[in-house]
């Protein structure tokens, strides 16, 4: 439904002494992704908290393919797959040049109400304005 990609070139500070990058760097590169994609939908992260509601992070998973170097030019594609309950992103991290696919994951939110602090059981209706879809 709805997805983008970014790129990025492997900074030296994100890489270990064998020029590998170190793995909770996956976690901000996912991140990166994910914000690029809340940014297409017009809900940042600002918007969210001015909406209402906080969304944070409660599961992620990793899996770590191939490792990605210094200097190396990545693709992370961001793909929105659940929205109901829940907002469930998945990723897949690739080389631009090889076109070898290098990591995959997901990350998984779910809406807290910033007035009573409650976590919602089904996404608020500004989520599903957000995605252009009538029904919540």
Request: glycine share 4%; charged share 25%.
């Amino acid at each position: 439904m709805h997805s983008t990609e970014i790129e990025i070139t492997i900074p030296f500070h994100d890489v270990d002494a064998m020029q590998i990058v170190w793995h909770g760097w996956y976690v901000k590169y996912f991140e990166l992704a994910r914000c690029a994609l809340l940014d297409q939908i017009n809900y940042s992260y600002e918007e969210m908290f001015a909406s209402g509601y906080s969304w944070p992070v409660v599961d992620m998973r990793i899996k770590y393919i191939k490792p990605i170097c210094f200097n190396q030019i990545i693709k992370i594609q961001a793909r929105l797959v659940e929205w109901e309950y829940r907002l469930k992103i998945n990723y897949i991290v690739c080389d631009v040049e090889k076109k070898e696919r290098l990591t995959k994951g997901y990350t998984t939110q779910v809406a807290v109400d910033l007035a009573s602090g409650e976590m919602c059981w089904e996404s608020p209706r500004i989520l599903w304005e957000k995605l252009g879809l009538n029904e919540a």
